[in-house]
């Protein structure tokens, strides 16, 4: 069976330091991945999908980059956080021709 | 930015009592879908409805979908406590890198007991 592993699940981190947040996913080949950012209480912001290996669209011009160094990990990273980007992360894959998407279970970011 | 817009933003409701989340969304969509989140969780997928389909079924669920007015709808039929959680809508909208998922803001529903 297929599942997804995020981690971690809280961080709490300075402004300006660094960002790594990794998503594993098993069970699948090729997938569709993303990363999603959630305000409190709002809806998901499409931050980052991939298609392949080291293949990254970005949909919004931000302080994060993504990359995918294999076909089943997509990381998430910034060199200098800033405070705005706090919230709440999502890593979620699907399959091309079947859209339904598994999410892992998120990171709950605070930049302090 | 949005496909997807979610009305209302809340919804409370006692057990027993049928709930109605509404969708509507702008562009062409291949299908719709229909997700669940708890708080402080991952989202978890309901339903899928796909663009030649106009109703659909699953347990208590009910998704209706019109393509004419670009809108969908879910019910849920004798809610409980349960049921108390956050409905997202989402589209899928096909570019040239392949299909991608955007949400609308979501639906936070309460069940009162």
């Known amino acids: 069976s297929q599942t997804i592993h995020q981690w971690p699940a809280t961080l709490v981190q300075p402004v300006g330091s660094p960002l790594s947040l990794e998503c594993t996913v098993e069970?699948?080949?090729?997938?569709?991945l993303y990363w999603y950012r959630q305000a409190a209480g709002r809806g998901l912001q499409l931050l980052f999908y991939s298609v392949g290996i080291g293949q990254i669209s970005s949909e919004v011009p931000q302080n994060l980059s993504a990359s995918r160094p294999q076909d089943r990990q997509f990381i998430l990273s910034s060199k200098k956080l800033l405070l705005s980007d706090s919230g709440f992360y999502l890593c979620a894959w699907s399959v091309l021709r079947n859209t339904e998407a598994f999410f892992g279970q998120g990171t709950r970011l605070t930049v302090v | 930015s949005q496909q997807g817009e979610e009305d209302p933003q809340a919804l409370s409701i006692q057990e027993g009592e049928n709930a109605t989340m509404n969708c509507s969304y702008k562009?062409?969509?291949?299908?719709l879908q229909w997700y669940r989140q708890n708080s402080g969780r991952g989202l978890v997928h309901l339903i899928l409805i796909r663009s030649n389909e106009r109703e659909k079924h699953s347990g208590r669920l009910r998704v209706t979908l019109d393509t004419s007015k670009k809108s969908s709808s879910l019910l849920i039929t004798a809610s409980r406590a349960a049921d108390t959680a956050s409905y997202f809508c989402a589209t899928d909208s096909r570019n040239n890198a392949g299909n991608m998922l955007t949400f609308g803001g979501g639906t936070r529903l309460m069940v009162k007991p």
């Open positions: 562009t062409s969509i291949n299908n």
């Open positions: 069970g699948t080949s090729n997938p569709n």
